[in-house]
């Protein structure tokens, strides 16, 4: 488990790994909002937690595709899936490769792209807990949506309409942490229930993957 | 143990293609199928090693012992010919590339990028993998393909060794490995008589 772990890592710093990507992007669509709807900086503090969210998810959407397509083309996926590592821990490591090399540097970056959107003072601590506690939910589910689309051709697009969808309470949870916090409401209530998404896609999506995975390899 | 495998009917597609399928492989002993393009061999070995069900009969001795090579060699081309091997040897618990390395003649590239490596480079590595498995059978889907006749010398004794150390293996190929010992069988008796596709009820 910690081989591929590694390997993972390892194949996403290297060249054509694609690290990186994701949060050039997230700073490419938080730069382009203010361009978009103007120098207004109270319109922009009320909208950036939302901005955030929007742009930390699409741009984790965005290396989804590379989670097992990789893997299925050259052939790993045959050789990994008869290895005597269970499925559903493969699909487990895969999704938490993908949060350390797109997640995790999105959570890093994103109070500092809060102040490009006048982001209000108390914002930047609950930006940051409801995107640590939320992005490892969308490397989950966006695995889940990897598995499903594995072997299809220029399936990207495919799995994007199946995946965001599923996005949506994690990104009204998280989104709702980040605003209420912004505003220094009490910020409980969304916190548990973005914490209870992420623990629960965690616990019980793995299963999924592996089974759509496994119907996917025949 | 041996591999056998009883009254099999494997399917591609939801379409049998190949039906009553029974052979039996002791350790030491090696299976070569043989049949015309298209005769279902593939698809044989990929239910052999677990990565499709079979429409009807079993299969037993296989699972956890099988280390299966099919038309990919899972090779990370970003990845050097040696961290490449140490990743599989570390994925099925074994240790040491060496005795891998030197026996496909790769020591030289050890260092290389894999995806620097010429066709049949890369087809060496992919079966130099087979070894840090450690696993007894060896079900291998035309192992020789862009291996010039030094290397499936080369090949032709790593099995040969695998098989005096009690190991098995079950291929599928159309050229002759230079292994007199290997038994062969004939798939094409057993092709499936063709039939309607099997509705996925799953689906329905």
């Not at chain 1, 996005?167 to 409401?185: D, K, S, W």
């Not at chain 2, 010429?118 to 060496?124: F, I, L």
Request: aromatic share 6%; proline share 5%.
């Amino acid at each position: 488990m910690i081989a591929l772990l590694t390997r993972d890592l390892r194949l996403a710093v290297r060249a054509g790994g694609g690290f990186g990507l994701g949060l050039a992007f997230f700073l490419i669509v938080t730069v382009l909002v203010p361009f978009g709807v103007g120098p207004q900086t109270g319109l922009l503090t009320r909208i950036a937690p939302g901005i955030l969210w929007i742009g930390a998810l699409l741009a984790c959407l965005l290396s989804l595709d590379r989670i097992f397509a990789l893997d299925w083309e050259d052939g790993s996926l045959d050789l990994l899936a008869t290895a005597p590592l269970p499925m559903e821990g493969i699909v487990s490591v895969k999704a938490l490769a993908h949060w350390i090399t797109t997640g995790l540097p999105l959570v890093l970056a994103a109070p500092a792209l809060g102040v490009l959107l006048n982001l209000a003072g108390p914002g930047y601590l609950w930006l940051f807990v409801s995107l640590a506690l939320g992005t490892p939910a969308l490397s989950v589910i966006g695995t889940f949506g990897a598995a499903l689309t594995v072997g299809l051709k220029r399936g990207g697009l495919l799995m994007s309409l199946l995946v965001l969808p599923l996005y949506v309470p994690t990104l009204i949870f998280g989104a709702e942490v980040a605003r209420r916090g912004a505003e220094g409401l009490a910020v409980q209530t969304p916190l548990l229930m973005l914490a209870g998404i992420s623990f629960g896609v965690a616990a019980l999506l793995p299963f999924a993957s592996a089974a759509v995975l496994r119907i996917n390899l025949r | 143990m041996e591999l056998t495998a009883s009254d099999l009917t494997v399917a591609r597609g939801g379409v049998p293609v190949l039906d009553g399928v029974s052979f039996a492989l002791a350790p030491g002993r090696a299976l070569v199928l043989r049949g015309p393009n298209g005769a279902g061999k593939t698809t044989l070995l990929r239910t052999v090693a677990g990565l499709q069900p079979a429409m009807a009969g079993e299969v037993s001795g296989a699972g956890e012992r099988i280390a299966y090579a099919g038309h990919a060699d899972g090779l990370k081309s970003m990845l050097s010919v040696a961290e490449n091997l140490q990743f599989w040897a570390r994925v099925f618990g074994t240790e040491g590339i060496g005795s891998a390395l030197s026996a496909f003649n790769l020591d030289a590239l050890e260092d290389r990028l894999a995806g620097t490596l010429s066709a049949g480079q890369k087809r060496r590595l992919g079966l130099a993998r087979l070894m840090v498995t450690g696993r007894p059978v060896w079900v291998l889907d035309e192992p020789t393909v862009s291996l010039d006749t030094a290397s499936v010398a080369l090949f032709a004794e790593a099995v040969r060794a695998h098989l005096g150390q009690g190991g098995s293996a079950l291929m599928a190929t159309h050229i002759d490995l230079g292994i007199p010992e290997a038994d062969d069988f004939d798939v094409t008796p057993y092709r499936a008589t063709p039939r309607a596709a099997l509705r996925d009820e799953a689906f329905l």
